[in-house]
């Protein structure tokens, strides 16, 4: 960790850049991976390195596995200031690169949530391991105006953006959108990790098509959730990008989770079986596409505005 910049920092004088990591979450319960026993998890890696990803988050579903060499993050809950030195200890003992995490439950007073960050953001530096706080629903971080709130508090803290759960839950197309992205500045201005899943105004994951260009088929309604999206995660990256010092790393996760989480729709198929809307594979590898497609245009528009006067 840079204790400077606060980012996964690789230790290098290389120019800021992304990885696009795999969240296993998104291969529970999927017929062409196992993930429960170590044969299975040595073929998945290397199917995954074959396709492109960088690295892999583990999860509280997937046993831990430490001799497969493929870099890994982790994932976690803190309910109590108390609790992150533990935390932090125990992925430290693990060697992930990073952790995410899930703070408090979204009902805590203004003095309990900056004792919960302050607990993160020591912890974090008392075992040089980057922790980010993800923004997620039932969290201290589920509103917007409670989340800037922290950045003005804790200007050095960092996020994992996970932006499903401001663009359903918030129902953000309801309302001045331009106004709401603008609002978020200090939010994209933190982002030190990211976690891909994309979601309608109504719905927590939904699918994407080939075309990444293209309004999805799904979007049926006034909002293209996918223009949306990438918009989203290119100020996001943009944000990174002005922040980021040598040797930082942004790691793009899609986390696509499956039914019996209520993400992953189910609908009865012609014999009346119930089936997954979309394969979250297929799915994942086009997101896979479409975030380094966001840091390209993050990198293009961090190179106009460097040239503007």
């Known amino acids: 960790m840079n204790a400077t910049s606060h980012f996964l920092n690789s230790g ?33 890696f290397d199917r995954l390195q074959v396709d492109g990803f960088e690295g892999v988050q583990y999860t509280a579903n997937v046993p831990f596995q430490a001799n497969l060499d493929f870099p890994h993050c982790g994932l976690d809950r803190i309910n109590t200031e108390c ?30 949530v900056f004792r919960l960050v302050e607990g993160v953001l020591s912890a974090s530096l008392k075992y040089h391991l980057p ?30 953006g996970d932006f499903s759960h401001y663009y359903c839950g918030l129902e953000m197309v309801y309302g001045n959108w331009a106004q709401k992205m603008a609002f978020m500045k200090p939010i994209f201005s933190r982002i030190a990790f990211m976690h891909g899943r994309i979601a309608s105004p109504g ?39 002005r922040a980021a010092q040598p040797g930082d790393i942004l790691i793009f996760a899609p986390e696509i989770l499956p039914p019996k989480t209520y993400y ?9 079986q119930l089936v997954e809307e979309t394969d979250r594979y297929a799915q994942a590898l086009l997101y896979r596409n479409l975030a380094r497609a966001s840091f390209a245009d993050a990198k293009l528009s961090s190179s106009e505005n460097l040239r503007t006067p």
Request: negative net charge; proline residues 5%; aromatic residues 10%.
């Open 264 to 272: 992953a729709r189910m609908f009865p198929n012609q014999y009346g």
């Open 131 to 160: 922790m980010f706080i993800e923004t997620h629903r039932s969290t201290i971080t589920q509103d917007l105006w409670r989340t800037v709130q922290i950045t003005k508090q804790f200007p050095e803290v960092r996020f994992n």
């Open 203 to 241: 719905c927590m994951q939904v699918p994407i098509e080939p075309d990444l260009t293209a309004r999805p088929r799904q979007a049926h309604g006034t909002a293209d959730y996918l223009l949306h999206f990438r918009e989203l995660w290119t100020r996001a990256m943009s944000g990174f990008l």
């Open 83 to 112: 609790e992150a030195d533990a935390v932090a200890a125990r992925h430290s003992d693990r060697g992930e690169l990073c952790v995410t995490l899930h703070v408090g439950w979204g009902i805590e007073d203004d003095a309990e």
């Open 12 to 44: 290098s004088s290389d120019t800021p850049r992304l990885q696009v990591y795999l969240n296993l979450d998104t291969l529970i319960d999927h017929p062409e991976f196992n993930l429960q026993d170590e044969r299975g998890r040595r073929a998945c």
